[in-house]
């Protein structure tokens, strides 16, 4: 039998950097457009390698945005326990509240057509919660708490902080883009549930004093 031909250096160094890049966050189209192409020529590839460490690919090709997660569990009690590779990571209530508020006004947006980036100044965000909280709360305090609960967002991926006077913002001192891969994290069947969920978010923030 002839021996099998040995792939493309060039291939394999893509397909390398890929899985690398994907095992450190989050690859966006708008960020590097050339790496982006690779991704999707590659990408049956990259499913098959990432299998084996557990993973799977999620891949949105309209929203310009890829990731790896981890692939569930079989339902095998004989079946030994994978260790997590991708780590879970808790949320706190005020962070999962802002999270749910942030999905609502992203399908709103998107709802209306128009622009594909949805930009919002802190302030912005401030009234989204501040239905929730007492009217006696301090306002000092109250965007000293959302502007932490905002930073652990932005570490997620979820927020991007612009620059002052980024999008027409009238040169605000914080601006956020609202990063489109948050609907892969909270989808559809969620969104729908979303009244119910709000509710249960509003007993608990409350309960916990606001977000302490």
Avoid: C
């Amino acid at each position: 039998m002839a021996e099998q031909q040995l792939e493309n250096p060039a291939t394999e160094n893509h397909l390398s950097t890929l899985v690398i890049l994907l095992l450190k966050g989050v690859i966006y189209q708008e960020a590097d457009a050339g790496l982006w192409n690779v991704l999707l020529n590659l990408q049956a590839r990259v499913r098959d390698y990432v299998m084996v460490l557990g993973l799977e690919l999620v891949l949105d090709e309209a929203e310009g945005y890829a990731f790896l997660r981890s692939r569930p569990e079989v339902d095998d009690d004989a079946a030994p326990k994978r260790p997590r590779l991708v780590a879970r990571r808790p949320l706190s209530f005020p962070v999962s509240l802002l999270l749910a508020l942030l999905r609502k006004k992203l399908a709103e947006f998107d709802a209306g057509g128009g622009d594909t980036r949805l930009v919002l100044a802190r302030d912005e965000i401030v009234e989204l919660v501040r239905v929730f909280l007492p009217d006696s709360s301090n306002e000092a305090r109250l965007i000293d708490q959302i502007e932490t609960h905002l930073n652990k967002i932005v570490e997620l991926g979820f927020l991007r902080r612009l620059k002052a006077g980024a999008a027409n913002q009238g040169g605000q001192a914080a601006v956020f883009e609202v990063r489109r891969i948050l609907k892969a994290f909270v989808d559809a069947q969620w969104l729908a549930e979303f009244d119910a969920r709000l509710a249960v978010y509003q007993a608990q923030f409350l309960a916990a004093g606001g977000g302490q």
